[in-house]
């Protein structure tokens, strides 16, 4: 028997297929109707005596139909500019990155700076390229080139120049200028010390971002995400507030996905930027975009030693060395619970950043998750209500993680990295997202790796990162759909299957759940619908 709500013959009937609701009460089905963007029934063959002579039916095929998928940190306007700039996204290789940064400025001869980004730091030798190879190559306009995590930037020499830094310019509190033995900056830029020269990159036009946006929502949308959460709405480092050019998609009835925004704490100010929080909900919040979260970063990443950590970090020489730096706290832990809990009280969900094991414990001090854990601090997701924000595909043996992070981190602590089973069993509500363009926005990509704790390209032999950390395919589904709508304040209108929710749905061109573990990153998007009505459809389909 379906659940139904009687309302007519559908819009749109989807059958034939296998029906993966997310629904606890009732997790499979075979068809779905749908009216007025509203699902109005699951089940069977019974659905089919809601058929009308103008309702559109989709033959599945034996195929997977799912609730959209959510990404719970993501930044699609960066993202979307990045494809449009110097791209080095899908390589490793330092020529190839010299390659295509000196054919974009010979292509670009009207630009006033190259930019672009998304290197990797395992390309370079401690991930940390030179000014002097940039030199080489665009030695008369400023380089700027944010790394794929955006935590750090390669720069030339006249980009140092136009920013004043030389051997005389301190270190940011929030960030590190790479040196040489003389103190002279190398051309690297590490976490605040971004903002240095990133903020006299000049900012896109208003057109620009909106093309930037457009090409991001169509990637997502054709990966089958439906709805995000955007982790920075305003000015950070070199990323453009973004909100002006959703509002620019609103205006024009051009976003089709459901968008949070994740409002940018300044950590260089305090509680008296909370009223203008308050005032940026109430003027950006209409339609499908709702400005209700806050994003505090209170550290950064473990790869130049930027996560706070409880202990120090290792040097890395193969020695167990112990260096003399065990990170950043950004925001200082004290005054961190007080904005917090301001900022609840003002009815704001609050998204961290907290990546090292101390910012986490400093995070849920003030209530909130992330990813490298102690142990102690696992059971405090469930008590405290936190969600843990999962970047699944992040969780496997990769040159990154085993030649950066690894080794500064120890054989101990490294077995705390992405504790994803620990967390689910601990009763902790899981989320998922892909903090595009940090890497692929491929839910899939992730899944697989959620699963099997092994990249979907590793070189065969490579072993699993943590075997004892995964998740079985229903619960990553279950984090990226339903526990990410959840996070999204989504879950009443999505993140499952069930009657009287939105029609966000998810075709994909097998099932996943009956072929071997191995092949789900093989699976792919064939349609994905907002509401009902089509936003994605795969040339093959």
């Known amino acids: ?71 719970a940190h993501v930044h699609p306007q960066g993202a979307g500019l990045e494809l449009g700039l110097c791209h080095l996204a899908d390589t490793v290789d330092p020529a190839e990155y ?21 290197w990797s730091l395992e390309a370079f030798p401690g991930g940390t390229p030179s000014a002097a ?25 006249r980009a140092l120049e136009r920013a004043g830094i030389d051997a005389r310019t301190p270190d940011p509190a ?51 995400v439906t709805a995000w959460q955007d982790a920075i709405i305003g000015a950070y480092a070199n990323m453009t507030d973004p909100a002006p050019a959703y509002h620019a998609l609103l205006d024009r009835g051009l976003l089709t996905a459901r968008v949070v925004g994740a409002l940018w704490w300044d950590r260089e100010r305090g509680a008296e930027q909370i009223p203008e929080l308050v005032a940026r909900r109430a003027e950006l919040s209409k339609g499908r975009f709702h400005a209700g979260t806050v994003k505090i970063m209170q550290d950064g990443i ?4 930027t996560a706070a950590m409880l202990d120090p970090y290792l040097t890395g020489s193969g020695c167990g060395c112990v260096s003399d730096t065990s990170g950043i706290s950004f925001v200082d832990p004290g005054e961190l619970k007080k904005y917090v809990t301001e900022l609840d009280a003002l009815g704001f969900q609050v998204h961290f950043h907290a990546l090292g ?14 990813q490298v854990v102690h142990p102690h601090d696992i059971p405090r997701f469930r008590a405290l209500g936190a969600t843990a924000n999962l970047q699944m595909l992040w969780a496997a043996h990769e040159p990154q993680m085993d030649e950066l992070t690894l080794p500064f981190l120890g054989p101990e602590r490294g077995t705390r990295q992405y504790p994803f089973g620990d967390l689910l069993r601990a ?7 892909s903090d595009w363009p940090v890497s692929s ?76 573990p191995e092949e789900i990153a093989a699976t792919r998007v064939l349609e994905t619908f907002v509401e009902g009505e089509r936003v994605y459809t795969a040339p093959d389909a």
């Open 1 to 71: 028997m379906s659940q139904s709500q009687v309302t007519g013959p559908a819009d749109l009937v989807l059958t034939g297929g296998t029906v993966h609701t997310v629904d606890p009460a009732r997790s499979r089905a075979t068809a779905v109707a749908v009216r007025g963007g509203r699902i109005t029934a699951v089940g069977h063959d019974e659905v089919h005596a809601l058929i009308g002579p103008r309702t559109e039916v989709v033959d599945l095929a034996g195929k997977l139909l799912l609730p959209g998928f959510q990404d």
């Open 98 to 118: 010299l390659r295509r940064i000196s054919r974009y400025a010979d292509e670009h001869p009207e630009a006033e700076w190259i930019t672009g980004g998304g």
């Open 133 to 157: 190879a940039l030199d080489a190559i665009v030695p008369d306009r400023p380089v700027f080139l944010p790394n794929r995590d955006h935590h750090g930037a390669w720069v030339n020499t």
């Open 174 to 224: 929030d960030g590190r200028i790479e040196r040489d033995a003389e103190g002279n900056p190398t051309g690297m830029l590490q976490e605040g010390a971004v903002h240095l020269v990133g903020r006299l990159v000049p900012d896109p036009t208003p057109e620009e971002q909106l093309a930037a946006l457009l090409r991001a929502q169509a990637v997502l949308h054709s990966h089958g």
């Open 302 to 305: 473990a790869e130049n030693h």
């Open 357 to 370: 094991d101390r910012a986490v414990r400093e995070a849920l001090d003030a209530v909130q998750a992330a």
């Open 427 to 433: 009763g902790a509500t899981l989320a998922a997202g």
């Open 441 to 516: 926005p491929d839910p899939l990509q992730a899944l697989h790796v959620a699963v099997n704790r092994v990249s979907p390209n590793a070189p065969e032999g490579t072993p699993e990162f943590l075997p004892e950390q995964r998740l079985d395919l229903g619960a990553a589904i279950a984090a990226y759909t339903a526990g990410s709508a959840y996070v999204n304040q989504l879950d009443a209108l999505t993140g499952s299957l069930t009657v009287g929710k939105a029609a966000d749905l998810v075709v994909l061109d097998r099932d996943p759940f009956t072929g071997p």
